[in-house]
C-alpha cells in the first residue's frame, strides 16, 4: 500500500476499497471523495497510468492485475495514457471542496488533468 492510512478499515477491505475506487476513477476520469481516501488513490492512479504509457503485455497484465474492470484497463491503455506521453507525472489533481453536511468529513475532488 503507498501510504499508512488505514482508513478505519481491516487490510484485505481496505485493499478492495481502493482498488474499486482506483477503477471509478480511471473509468470517469474524475471522482468526489474524502481527502485521506483521495490522497491513497491518487499514487495508485497515476502508477496504473505509468503502466499505461509502457503499453507492453506485461505491464497490461498488472494493470490487470489491480484494475477491477478489463474495458477500463483498454479504456487506460488506448486513450488516457497516450494523452501523458509527453508528462513526466502529475497526472492527477487534487482540490478540496469543504467539509460534507453530514460528518463534517473534509471532502475534495480529484481529477486527470
Known amino acids: 500500500m503507498p501510504g499508512t ?3 478505519g ?5 481496505r485493499r478492495a476499497m481502493l482498488r474499486q475506487q482506483v477503477t471509478d476513477f480511471l473509468d470517469h476520469g474524475r471522482m468526489e471523495t474524502t481527502v485521506t481516501r483521495a490522497k491513497e488513490i491518487v499514487p ?3 502508477r496504473i497510468i505509468s ?4 503499453n507492453t503485455l506485461a ?11 478489463e474495458d477500463v484497463v ?28 453530514g460528518d463534517a468529513a473534509e471532502m475534495a475532488i480529484i481529477e486527470l488533468v
Open 51 to 54: 503502466m499505461g504509457k509502457k
Open 74 to 101: 483498454t479504456k487506460v491503455f488506448s486513450t488516457t495514457a497516450p494523452g501523458y506521453s509527453e508528462r513526466n507525472g502529475g497526472y492527477t489533481r487534487l482540490t478540496r471542496i469543504g467539509p460534507r453536511r
Open 59 to 69: 505491464s497490461r497484465r498488472q494493470a490487470l492485475r489491480f484494475i477491477t474492470r
Open 44 to 46: 495508485l492512479a497515476e
Open 9 to 13: 478499515k481491516t487490510t484485505d477491505q
Open 5 to 7: 492510512r488505514k482508513l
